[in-house]
């Protein structure tokens, strides 16, 4: 797939998750396959007025690239000088949000409160544009109603803005993740258009993600909550792409994920905090394993990466799971 100047591998593509797709996550993802990953969306006020925490959240690697920066926010002039700080960390794409729609999101005018205010949303996308010369990306939901008039109506105002491709989550605002994504949403707009268009949402087993190819004609497809604890969901895609069977995760290749997301969170968030976040984070990977129960159970105690290991260990000793070396699979 082709955005502006960037060429990925592959058209899949990992979607932003807050407080998900930290650099540690994405480097799984990347892993086993991913054409494109996302960081998780970030504050443009954070970045320009240097929060700290904001900044650090740019942290990135060779081996992950390419890499999309997601940023949200309202004024255009600071979503600029956001964009311009993304651009200048080293990044190959940055990625504007007009899809959240968390209450403190909408209440400070970003994320999808933007599909209703298209005269802002061009004045932002106008803006990031002049300040940026590396590829620009959006990424929509359906709008506030189910029709898909103002995705529609943004996808187009985007194109006309310089934005070198988008991604379409077709649910509404108001829909949150219940029911079903409406991928002919993603069909429309993808006639209207001439530059790429990555579909999301419902991409739960690698025979969606071609079946969202084939029935809505994108560019890419985007996954995010199946590739939560299965990050091996990449390669299983690819597989299946070539006609080669999606070779599901055996245990040995899951702890051997296991270990690299907390040796990753550790060198990159620090002991204290990495193993904090593992408390939880581990358990995705034991979803359906034998024994898990028992893992999680002793997880949640964690404080140190040895101790962490050596449980790992253990449960995978329980379990008499073999270490792999590659994860692709
Ligand atoms: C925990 C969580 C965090 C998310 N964070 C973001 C985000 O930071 N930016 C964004 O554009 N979408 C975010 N999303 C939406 C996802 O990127 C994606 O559009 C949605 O999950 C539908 O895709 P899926 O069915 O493959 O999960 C988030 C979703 C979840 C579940």
Redesign the pocket.
Known sequence: MRIGSVETDNFTVL??????TNLPMRLLAKGTGCGLVCS??ISSNGLVYGSGKTVQLLDSTPEEKPLSV?IFGSDPQIMADGARIVQESGADIVDI?F??SVKKILKSNSGSALMKDPSLARAILKAVRKAIFIPLTV?IRSGWEPSGKQAMEIARLAEDCGVDAIAV?PRTATQG?RGE?NWSIITAVKKALTIPVIG????TAPEDALRMLNETGCDGV?????AIGNPMIFSQILAVAHDRPAIVPNDGQRIDMMLRYLHDSVSYLGEQTACHMMRSRLCWFVKGMRNAGQFRNAIRFISSEKEAEELIQQYADSISAKPVTSMSG
């Open positions: 979607a932003p998750l807050a407080g998900i998780e969306m997601q949000n899809g959240c990424k989550h993740f994504a999301n949402g419902d991409v985007m996954v995010g909550r199946a």
